[in-house]
């Protein structure tokens, strides 16, 4: 991955990081009915997704993004945790905290369904 588009995420990382906490203090200061946990934390509405999200979904997410500022420090951002093939550059640019593939992605959710 080159220096730049390292710098790229690391900037997304940390506004998206930045942006969840807030969410977080906001929803803790003035506790709302609780939305479902299972929020789609989908594409182009990620912004909206995460202002829709539960208290744990947020900080599920919050150790997500640190995991992955981490993840691009070491130089294995782009590197699938389960299978060890790279991710895709445009699957990480719609969710810059992730650190499977789709496929390893996909698995972990069947599990959770079981
Ligand atoms: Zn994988």
Redesign the pocket.
């Known amino acids: 991955m080159e220096e730049q588009e390292k710098l790229q995420f690391q900037t997304q990382l940390l506004e998206l990081r930045a942006r969840t906490q807030k969410l977080l203090e906001e929803k803790t200061a003035n506790p709302l009915p609780e939305p479902k946990d299972e929020a789609e934390l989908g594409s182009a509405a990620l912004d909206m997704a995460l202002e829709l999200s539960s208290k744990k979904v947020l900080k599920e997410t919050l150790e997500m993004i640190e995991k992955a500022l981490k993840r691009l420090e070491a130089g294995i951002y782009d590197i ?1 945790e ?2 060890r ?1 790279k991710i895709p550059l445009n699957r990480l640019k719609t969710i810059p905290y992730t650190s ?2 789709v ?2 992605q996909a698995k972990i959710e069947e599990e959770k369904g079981k």
């Open positions: 699938c389960i299978c093939r499977y593939c496929e390893c």
